[in-house]
């Protein structure tokens, strides 16, 4: 099983005293075990605002354990798609396009996502197998 983590999980992860760090770091190992773990470029865009440099990222998302892949084409029309029904039916800028990015890339290559924000996610991509704190306390 391919599971891709969200970056409020990796925020965890890297904050040692957060309060979901215990929570964040035992799914994350639970992971690893499970199959690959992966990451696309808007996961490492919105962690990397948090560091100065490259190499600091990298140090904390190794390639050997967060494989990185592309956002798919079809991915972006579905984030699209989505993002366009989310804001017709009047949902405001607390959803921002890069959420439904995620979602729709792992819908479309069929991963899980390992979020702690399950709603957005569950309302738009509902074929998306979550592991969150309410599925996997």
Known sequence: MVIMVDTNVLV???????????WSSGQVLSAFKRGPVVINPIIYAEFSVRYSSVD???????QSEFRREN???????AAAAAFKIYRQS???????????????HAAIRGYSI???DSKGYRSYFPTVDLISPETHP
């Open 114 to 116: 390992l979020t702690r």
């Open 90 to 104: 009047g949902g405001g800028r607390e959803r921002v396009l890069p959420d439904f990015l995620i979602g729709a």
């Open 12 to 22: 965890d992860l890297a904050i040692s005293n957060s309060a979901w760090h215990g």
């Open 56 to 62: 600091q990222v990298d140090e904390l998302l190794p």
């Open 71 to 77: 956002l798919p084409w079809a991915a972006a029309f």
